[in-house]
């Protein structure tokens, strides 16, 4: 079995599932998936685990994202964005640079933020965007949400450039729709790129028209690159097989102060990634957690 990672910068006309799809083809695997979605406009860094790698998604201690977005003011949307039905606002805006400036600042910090009625949040087992489809009214609640930093970048009213670093769970669509509902005019979002993805960014990214059946070993990751935060152990030939098998395993280690039940990444007496073990403290065992040989 393929187990690894590729970092795919998305391009835009295409979803987060037609990537996956896309990467079955080229490797000739069945188990795929990928972290944070990305719309069909959107494009930019869109994880792949691959293989066994998805059991370590959620070990991933760094779910920070990074985006930029082009938003446009005096207009209204469906969907938030250019996909949707589009309404032009009928009055003239009138915005000046220091209410823009304070209004966008007002969603650094902890909000309340209700996802798009087109997207994937489930409302009684179906997806938002499927039910919003047919016609169908819902209701959908505020989320609590943290965004690190908003910043202008491009002001060339009424085509607003800002840069955002935010957690996992964000909808920059409906951040865009927010600043305009608070700006009494309207604003709907026409580019998004997002840079970064946890730990993944542009420096170790490709594109699918890039990637082949010949050359996707090149742009692989190794699955124990997303654990790197946890605390290492190596082990002997006899402790790899005991972990292999599901048996616990006890190691004296000098200058061990890892905490009851915390997590380790093992490797091999030939540095090979083994798995994630947890730790008992009272016992000094080595429980085996996530195995990968």
């Known amino acids: 079995m ?10 835009s006309g295409i979803t987060s599932t037609g990537v996956d799809k896309n990467i079955k083809k080229i490797i000739g695997t069945k188990k795929i998936g ?32 990074e985006y930029l977005c082009d938003l446009e003011l005096g207009f209204t949307s469906t969907t938030f964005d250019t996909e949707g039905e589009v309404t032009k606002v009928p009055y003239k805006l ?13 969603f ?42 908003v910043t202008i970048i491009k002001n060339n009213m009424p085509t607003i450039s800002l840069s955002i670093k935010c957690n996992e769970g964000v ?23 997002r840079t970064k993805s946890g730990i993944f960014d542009l420096n170790t990214a490709t ?14 990751i190794p699955i124990d690159h997303i654990i790197k935060h946890l605390p290492r152990i190596n082990t002997n030939e006899n402790e790899r097989y005991k972990l ?19 997590f380790v990444r093992c490797y091999d007496y030939e540095n090979m990634f083994i798995g994630i073990a947890q730790f008992e403290k009272d016992n000094n065992l080595y429980l085996p957690h996530k195995i990968f040989i």
């Not at 990928?34 to 869109?46: E, R």
């Not at 009625?117 to 919003?132: E, P």
């Not at 292999?244 to 915390?262: C, E, L, P, V, Y």
Request: aromatic share 6%; hydrophobic share 35%.
């Open 2 to 11: 393929i187990n690894t990672i590729i970092n795919i910068d998305k391009d």
């Open 34 to 65: 990928h972290v944070g979605t990305l719309d069909p406009l959107a494009t930019g860094i869109l994880p792949i685990f691959i293989g066994q790698a998805t059991r370590l998604i959620n070990f991933m201690n760094d779910r920070t994202k």
């Open 94 to 106: 009138t915005v000046s640079n220091d209410l823009l400036e304070s209004v966008v600042s007002t």
């Open 108 to 149: 650094i910090g902890d909000t309340l933020q209700v996802p798009p009625i087109y997207s994937s949040v489930k409302v009684n087992g179906r997806r938002a965007y499927s039910l919003a489809r047919k016609g169908i009214q819902f209701n959908l609640e505020a989320k609590r949400i943290y965004i690190e930093d």
């Open 171 to 193: 909808y920059i669509r409906s951040l865009v729709h927010d600043i305009g509902e608070r700006l009494k005019c309207g604003a709907i979002l026409t580019k998004l790129r």
């Open 207 to 220: 594109t699918l028209e890039h990637l082949s059946t010949d050359n996707w070993k090149d742009h692989t």
């Open 244 to 262: 292999s098998t599901g048996q616990a395993i006890t190691k004296r280690i000098s200058d061990n102060d890892f905490d009851d039940q915390s």
